[in-house]
Each structure stands twice: as structure tokens, then as C-alpha cells.
């Protein structure tokens, strides 16, 4: 399992690279997310329990398991989305490169400037142009747009990233919403990627797409894994062997909170599962 | 086995068409015919309105001309009378009613949709609701029993303050309050607090239809709560901000028993609003229809045919806006 030695060094080396010139399109500094006894509930339904999990740097974490055992929730915890349901709330604490995001002299938008997120289902800003979509968020948050220039190579840079770039590049005016299902998620990976966080969470990203557009999403998550850290929630065990170095199993019994059955590489926990359980799962006869 | 289909399919001759029709149940036609028949008569009255205004309203029209349209006086025993004054205090009070109405709704819209607490989210909604149902009448009462006594020094203090900025607020006698008493001014103020409530309550039912999916978006790029409602939720309202504002400028314009109890009437241009002394179409037919006959009362219905076709423009017009855009389509992204 990879530590969380390294990153330290190199954030060091592109921050000052980015003060200096166009900014780099991720950090370069994947971050590593460390879950420690997390619990969570709606309201008074627990939903996770004691789930510890860490999240290589740059490496891919698949996080799988049948519906309803807490992945998503899980997930959204890790850059604070969880909280905005009415009624969440949870226990535990995750560490981005050792500190807790939920401390209280925290803010939460800190930590999601870090932790970017793309959803299930594609959410770009439909009446904005497929270039403001993809700079929205350093506008949202307030951060310079690197000049003209700057800002035409970012887009650019990150619409590449995320395998976009051909497709769109004759029409980087048109809505975000006249893109095809496809390629509006690529463009919300484009978006996040381009205020360049530390670890890309993503849920369910190909369940709405067809195979070609999956596939394209997959190579995309390939290719940014090593610049960013990226956790994954898939239904798709063949997508989570494709795509992940690493895999934890999330199982819930009926009506109780989810936790984590087995946790370990992609290979070893698809071909050689040590509970029965995972085994039982990855080979489809469950869930 | 599966089969293939062998080299393109060969050019197939012209075939007859197929009909392609359901037969609808007895029951799905009496449905129909009775929602139908529903839709068309709201058309149908609604143009009988029209009808009706119009034929009342031919005697005057036949006897002013044109002039009806451009004379100010209302002097039906003398012969001359026109609206053009009643239609510039009706738009001057629609105009004040706007500038009160609408910071004050999209500010509270903005609040019940996205700010206030969960616990008192609900009683709000039913207050601003309730609010919008209060009689007009009740409001009218409010506005001259309390309103108006406290609104004579704002308007005191705009007219000594800015007049030399901006001419228009001066009065005659700046110094007697009684010269702001029943001015364009107050009647706005006081009608702004009739549509208050219902334009509130359009902008807030659009505002909390904005996608969860694109609010998420962007609060998990990092976006403040404000950031997320400036980028998402306002272009997503932005027709109903326009459309809220259009019905309560439609609903202003034919305010009638507020602007009644505020104004003293008087039939010329003024260009002073803060200067006591206006007079609105709505007003005026309510003020004088008791005491009209022959050509004047038919003077009313021309007056009341102007107010009609005017607020149907604008309702007309908002409808459209508002239609043409995602969140009055209710598409889903």
C-alpha cells in the first residue's frame, strides 16, 4: 500500500511552479484520503459503520458493492456533500494528507476546492458555454482566470485531460447542454480537473452512458490516475477491474448500516477474494 | 441461430400506407370533450370581456376620436375627456409599486428557497401565501390608517435631499406635509405591498426548482452558498424573476381600492410624483361610475377597454417569457 510520504514534496514544487506560470492543469499532487471509523446516519438511520479506508495517493480506489450499502454515501462524505442533506450526520474523521477535513476551523468549500466531484448524472451548467463550464470553477471560487491566454490553454489542457478535446474544440461556444450524454460527463470531469484538486471523486460516472462514451470515461480516469487521486463508485465489476488499482467492498444486511467486507488491490480481491462474500459478488451471484 | 441480412436491401416498390389510429374510449371522449370545453370558454369569456368594453365604450370613442386617447381632462359635460392622464398615473404608481415590490420580493424569495432554516421554512411559504390572499381592501385600510402618515417624511426628506439632484422629486411647498399626502408616490409604495406577496411567491416556487444535480455541481467545485445561487439558481429563475415581476405589475396596474383610498384625483401630467394628487384608471372608474351616465359612463368603459388590453399585453407578454424558459417548461436536464 502506497503512504502518503511522497506528495508532500512535490506539492511544494508545483505551487511555486504555479504562482510563476500558467497554472498546471492538476496539482501534480495527488493527495492521500484516509477514512477513519466513519459512521454515518439520516437522521436516526445509520447508514455506514466504522468504515476505515485509505486512498493511495494517485492510484485509483474502486469502491463497489450492491445498492444501498452506503458507497454513495461514503463517497459524498468525503468532500463534505454529505452534510448538505437535511438530518446527515456522521462520525469519524477523514484525513486529506493528514488533516481532517471536518475540523472545525475547516471550511467545508476549503476542502472541496481539493476534493473535486463528478456525479452519476452529468450536471454541467446548461446555459453556459462549453468553455465557461470547464472554467467555472475557478470563477466560482473566486480565483483569477489565468489571463486570456491562460485561460484558452487551460480549457484546452483540460478538455484534453478528459478525453474531450477533438470533439468539442469547434464549438467551445455551444451550451454545455447540447453535448451528447457522453460527452457532458467528460465535460464535468473537464470542469473539475481544471481547478486542478488533489483526489476527483466519482459516482457511478458511466452508469447513464453508453459503452463507447464509457469506455472514453475510463480511459480518461486511466489516464489523470498518478496526477490525481481518484475514488470511484461502480456497479460494473468489469469497470472496477479495468479501472482501479485498488477495490473496497461495501455490503449491507437488510436494514443495517454498510460497512466494509474486504478491502485490498483490484487483482487480488477479483481473483482471489478472501471472504466468501466478495467472492460471491465479484463472480455475479449477487447484487 | 441468428440470420444475416445478405447485401443492402433491393429498392422496394411504393407501398400503401398503413392508418394509424386509436379509437378513443367513451369515456377518454367525455373527458376531453368537457376539459375542452372548459379551456374554450375561459377563451370565450375572456373575449366576450373584450366585446362587451368595446361596444360600451364605441359612443365615447365615436364622439372623442383620437383625441380620447390624448386628452387629459375629464370633462364628459363639456365634451372633452380622454385617459392619457390616467394612463401616466397608472404607470407612474405601477412604476413605484415595481421599485418597492421587487427588492424586497427577490430578496425574500432568495431567502425561503435557499437561506432560511428548515424549521421555518414552511411557515414562511404559508405566510407570504396567506399574505397574498389578504383582501386588497385590508391592505388599503392598512396603507391609509398607518402607511401614509409614516411614508410623508421619506418623501419630505427625498424631496429637500435630492430634488436639486433630480428635479423631478421636488413639490411646490416642500416644507408642508401636506403636500406629499396623496401623492403617485404613496399610492405605489402602498400598491407594492399588495403584489409583494405574489411575486414572491412566483420567484420562490421557480428558485427552488433549480436542479439539484447543478446546485451540487457546483457547491462540490467549491462554490460558497452565494456563488451556487448566482450560478445556478438565478440564470435558472431568471424567467420567473421576469415573470413574477410582470404578474405583479399587471396585478399594480389594476389596483383599484388601495390607489382609492390614497389619492386625491386630479387629471393632469404630473411630473412631480412626490406631489400630492394622481389618479389611475382603476381608481378613476371606481371613483366616478356611480355618478356617470351616457356618453361619460361609455367615457368609463373606454377608459376600463385601455386598462384590459394593457394588462393582457403585459400578461401576454410575461406568459411568454416565462414559457420559453427552462424553468417555466419544467424540462429536465
Request: hydrophobic content about 45%; proline content about 5%; aromatic content about 8%.
Amino acid at each position: 500500500m502506497t503512504t502518503d510520504t511522497a506528495s508532500d514534496e512535490t506539492r511544494v514544487d508545483l505551487d511555486i511552479d504555479a504562482t510563476t506560470t500558467i497554472p498546471q492543469l492538476t496539482a501534480g499532487a495527488p493527495a492521500t484520503l484516509v477514512a477513519r471509523e466513519v459512521s454515518a446516519w439520516f437522521g436516526n438511520h445509520q447508514v455506514l459503520d466504522n468504515v476505515d479506508l485509505t486512498m493511495a495517493a494517485g492510484q485509483v480506489t474502486a469502491l463497489i458493492g450492491p445498492s444501498g450499502c452506503g458507497k454513495s454515501t461514503f463517497l459524498r462524505i468525503l468532500n463534505r456533500m454529505h452534510e448538505l442533506v437535511p438530518g446527515a450526520s456522521l462520525a469519524g474523521e477523514i484525513l486529506l494528507d493528514g488533516q481532517d477535513i471536518y475540523d472545525l476551523d475547516r471550511r467545508p468549500i476549503e476542502s472541496r476546492r481539493r476534493i473535486g466531484m463528478v456525479f452519476q448524472k452529468a450536471n454541467p451548467f446548461p446555459t453556459m458555454s462549453v468553455h465557461d463550464n470547464v472554467l467555472a470553477g475557478l470563477r466560482l471560487t473566486g480565483r483569477k482566470t489565468p489571463g486570456k491566454n491562460g485561460a484558452a490553454e487551460l480549457v484546452e489542457r483540460s478538455l484534453r485531460s478528459a478525453g474531450l478535446w477533438e470533439e468539442v474544440k469547434a464549438r467551445l461556444g455551444t451550451p454545455g447542454s447540447s453535448l451528447s450524454g457522453g460527452q457532458q460527463q467528460r465535460l464535468c470531469i473537464a470542469r473539475a480537473l481544471a481547478v486542478r484538486p488533489d483526489v476527483l471523486l466519482m459516482d457511478e460516472p458511466c452508469s447513464a452512458l453508453d459503452p463507447t462514451s464509457t469506455r472514453r470515461v475510463e480511459e480518461t480516469i486511466r489516464s489523470i490516475a498518478g496526477e490525481v487521486t481518484v475514488v470511484i463508485v461502480t456497479h460494473n465489476m468489469q469497470q472496477a477491474q479495468r479501472v482501479s488499482d485498488n477495490c473496497a467492498f461495501f455490503l449491507a444486511a437488510e436494514g443495517q448500516p454498510g460497512y466494509i467486507v474486504e478491502q485490498g488491490p483490484t487483482g487480488e480481491l477479483f481473483e482471489n477474494p478472501r471472504d466468501e462474500r466478495t467472492s460471491d459478488y465479484v463472480n455475479g451471484r449477487f447484487g | 441461430m441468428s440470420t444475416l441480412t445478405e447485401g443492402p436491401p433491393a429498392p422496394v416498390p411504393v407501398r400503401d400506407r398503413r392508418v394509424i389510429k386509436s379509437r378513443p374510449t367513451t369515456s377518454d371522449r367525455t373527458f376531453v370533450a368537457a376539459a375542452r370545453s372548459a379551456a374554450v370558454s375561459t377563451l370565450v369569456i375572456m373575449g366576450l370581456i373584450g366585446v362587451f368594453l368595446a361596444i360600451g365604450a364605441w359612443p365615447a370613442i365615436k364622439q372623442q376620436g383620437f383625441s380620447f386617447v390624448t386628452e387629459s381632462q375629464w370633462l364628459p359635460e363639456a365634451g372633452t375627456f380622454g385617459i392619457s392622464s390616467l394612463l401616466w398615473g397608472t404607470i407612474l404608481v405601477g412604476l413605484f409599486a415595481l421599485i418597492v415590490a421587487v427588492p424586497v420580493s427577490f430578496g425574500a424569495a432568495l431567502f425561503i428557497s435557499e437561506y432560511a432554516p428548515r424549521s421555518i421554512k414552511k411557515a414562511l411559504v404559508t405566510i407570504v401565501d396567506l399574505m397574498a390572499a389578504v383582501p386588497a381592501v385590508i391592505y388599503a385600510i392598512w396603507a391609509l390608517f398607518f402607511l401614509q402618515e409614516r411614508l410623508l417624511s421619506v418623501a419630505q426628506w427625498l424631496s429637500v435631499h435630492l430634488s436639486g439632484l433630480l428635479p423631478f422629486l421636488s413639490v411646490e411647498v416642500p416644507d408642508s406635509p401636506s403636500s406629499y399626502t396623496s401623492s403617485a408616490f404613496i399610492a405605489g409604495v402602498a400598491v407594492g405591498f399588495v403584489v409583494m406577496p405574489t411575486m414572491t411567491s412566483v420567484m420562490r416556487e421557480v428558485f427552488s426548482q433549480a436542479p439539484t444535480g447543478e446546485r451540487e455541481g457546483a457547491i462540490a467545485l467549491g462554490a460558497t452558498r452565494w456563488g451556487m445561487i448566482r450560478s445556478v439558481v438565478i440564470p435558472f429563475g431568471r424567467a420567473g424573476i421576469i415573470g413574477g415581476i410582470m404578474l405583479g405589475l399587471g396585478r399594480a396596474l389594476g389596483e383599484t381600492i388601495v390607489v382609492f383610498a390614497i389619492i386625491s384625483p386630479m387629471f393632469e401630467f404630473t411630473t412631480h410624483p412626490l406631489e400630492s394628487g394622481t389618479n389611475t384608471i382603476a381608481a378613476h372608474i371606481a371613483i366616478r361610475y356611480s355618478e356617470s351616465s351616457g356618453v361619460a359612463l361609455s367615457g368609463l368603459l373606454g377608459a376600463g377597454l385601455i386598462l384590459f388590453l394593457f394588462t393582457l399585453v403585459i400578461n401576454t407578454f410575461a406568459g411568454v417569457v416565462v414559457s420559453r424558459s427552462r424553468s417555466g417548461a419544467a424540462t429536465e436536464i
